[in-house]
């Protein structure tokens, strides 16, 4: 703990740039400390980003602005690249869970003997449990030596796995490569959102991240039609597996050349390296703007501190779990993960061809096609509403789209008396014949469509988006957690959907994916605050004395409606007494503001 009697000043700047709010606090403790071992005396970071100098004058006001007045800006070419090249991490994240079941089935005894079901089952669960593994710690290896070194690794990993799979002539072979894929896809699946998210302008923020979720949709889309293009060739998944060394490559390649975010220089005080790359991307920019940006940034900027790697660590869990605004934003960013796994889509993902053959479709990949297509198409359409409409919006529109879809789907199964049998086969007690095709069945895919799309525009995309969420001490841990919790429903789906089926039937298991959605819309309307066009580091104020629903729909809109207008609020307070200033009005009207203003 530290009190100290430190001082800083907080102001609203209009369109005009005119100072109109300006207020000096001192600050007598800070509460939310946190330390360990050789950091007895380091204070939070949360705390320390908040500290403004109290010599600032107007001019230093007006440059704080700066962090809105370059968020207004379109993304630059270099933006665009950069959100392209790190999407293929997305890509090899799609493909590689996707390309799976098609080659389970081309496999045959390639491997030297014929696969058993539980063999096939283990083999493509190795990927997710490393992707499980190495999400646990692929945020914390990014904050200690940087994203795009990150990036770089997981493609060695994505190589390494396929060559050991396409050149695979056993069993030990194949579940080895597909497990050290997994290492890359765990890893990939949290640095590619992270580092769009931090360099992307903020108000194309949200649509910059879903490219690279369009990048995981597409994977697995161009997985199944490829898979069931190659069916017929012989040894053919050794193809759909050597596909994928080509954007792992090409990716490695160009993140030689590439740059780190700026914000991670700036978190390792590389302030020069910081402002070039910042130049690179806001070319029309006036170096002077450059600089203020680089100088607010660096205000905010706080490291977790720790001589080691582990105390670090430590410290940054401590931190993650001890000062509440981390905690809610940690709550928010599993949660959203959970919901997207349990909610049951992965099942569909994996076994959509085994439910449509069992209600007896004579085609069940083509379905699964048109569910993986609707996937993708939808997520193009989230692409151009979520920094509009915003995230909270797309949920709950998706999220009670999917509800319906899965009760209709109970229903449907239970009209349609399908029974799972024994654990290793799906039975149908159903058998398709010519003009023997129920209305129950065209009621099954067209809710399993409704289904894939309320999906793909909401819980498919916004998870991702969870890097947000974080201040910048504790990005890399909080998209680990959220990450791993993601992994560990997928993997959790995807190993007992046909047990489900089995055990409490197909009605009963969609019943269940339909109350847990039902669950999901509550945590989503109480819990998740619309940050849709919030500065990354104005998220943390949002999530300071509560989630702040109401004041951040108010704020999101202000800054949606209101771009022209420079606004800065800085809350020092601690955690449980801040009180969001956004705007002029909110000042006027909000009698809580304090009453010592010099205007
Ligand atoms: O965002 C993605 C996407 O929705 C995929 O279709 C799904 O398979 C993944 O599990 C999810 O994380």
Request: proline fraction near 3%; hydrophobic fraction near 45%; charge should be negative.
């Amino acid at each position: 703990m530290n009190s100290g009697e430190n001082h800083y000043q907080e102001g609203i700047i209009d369109s005009d740039r005119n100072l109109i709010y300006k207020k000096r606090h001192d600050v007598q403790n800070s509460d939310n400390i946190v330390g360990d071992d050789d950091e007895t005396n380091f204070n939070s970071s949360t705390q320390n980003a908040r500290f403004i100098n109290a010599t600032e004058t107007e001019e230093d006001l007006n440059h704080n602005s700066t962090l809105t007045a370059f968020d207004d800006a379109k993304p630059s070419s270099l933006v665009v690249v950069l959100t392209f090249l790190a999407s293929i991490s997305g890509f090899m994240f799609g493909y590689d869970t996707g390309y799976i079941s098609s080659a389970i089935v081309t496999i045959g005894n390639d491997l030297g003997k014929e696969l058993t079901y539980g063999e096939k089952e283990i083999m493509t669960s190795a990927t997710s449990l490393g992707a499980l593994i190495s999400s646990t710690i692929a945020g914390i290896i990014a904050d200690l030596i940087g994203r795009r070194k990150v990036i770089m690794g997981s493609n060695l990993l994505f190589i390494l796995g396929a060559l050991l799979q396409c050149g695979a002539h056993s069993l030990t072979a194949m579940i080895s490569g597909r497990f050290i894929m997994g290492l890359g896809v765990g890893i990939g699946s949290l640095i590619a959102p992270l580092y769009i998210s931090e360099l992307a302008p903020t108000n194309y923020r949200g649509r910059l991240v879903v490219i690279n979720c369009l990048a995981i949709t597409g994977g697995q889309l161009i997985a199944y039609a490829v898979g069931a293009g190659i069916s017929r060739v012989k040894s053919g998944w050794r193809i759909l597996v050597g596909i994928s060394l080509f954007p792992s490559v090409v990716q490695l390649i160009m993140f030689l050349f590439m740059p780190d975010t700026p914000r991670f220089l700036i978190m390792k005080n590389r302030l020069e390296e910081a402002s070039s790359i910042l130049q690179r991307i806001y070319k029309s920019s006036d170096p002077s703007l450059i600089g203020s940006k680089v100088y607010e940034l660096s205000l905010l900027n706080s490291e977790i501190p720790g001589n080691s790697a582990l105390t670090r660590t430590k410290n940054g869990f401590k931190e993650i779990f001890q000062v509440p605004s981390n905690l809610r934003a940690l709550i928010i960013g599993c949660g959203l993960q959970f919901f997207q796994q349990f909610t049951g889509w992965n099942a569909l993902m994996y076994f959509s061809a085994t439910i449509f053959e069992t209600i007896g479709f004579n085609n069940p990949t083509v379905v699964s096609i048109l569910v993986a297509g609707t996937n993708f198409i939808f997520t193009i359409v989230a692409f151009f509403v979520i920094d509009t409409i915003g995230r909270r919006s797309v949920l709950m529109i998706g999220l009670p789209c999917m509800m319906m879809a899965l009760l209709l789907c109970a229903i449907s199964f239970q009209f349609l008396g399908i029974k799972f049998e024994d654990s290793s086969v799906a039975v149908s007690t159903y058998h398709s014949q010519e003009g023997d095709f129920s209305i129950w069945n065209v009621v099954v895919i067209i809710s399993m469509i409704i289904f894939a799309a309320g999906y793909a525009i909401g819980i498919g995309n916004v998870p991702w988006q969870q890097s947000e969420l974080f201040p910048q001490s504790v990005r890399g841990i909080g998209a680990s957690c959220a990450t791993t919790t993601n992994w560990i429903g997928s993997l959790t789906i995807s190993a007992t959907f046909l047990t489900m089926l089995q055990k409490i039937t197909p009605s009963g298991t969609f019943l269940l994916f339909a109350i847990i959605t039902f669950i999901a819309i509550f945590f989503v309307y109480f819990c998740y605050p619309e940050l849709t066009g919030l500065e990354l580091e104005e998220v943390q104020n949002v999530l300071t004395g509560g989630f702040n629903i109401e004041k951040s729909i108010e704020m999101s809109r202000h800054h949606r409606t209101n771009t022209g207008t420079q606004h800065h609020f800085v809350d020092y307070d601690g955690d449980e007494a801040g009180i969001l200033i956004n705007s002029v009005s909110d000042y006027t009207s909000n009698p809580k503001l304090p009453s010592n203003v010099i205007s």
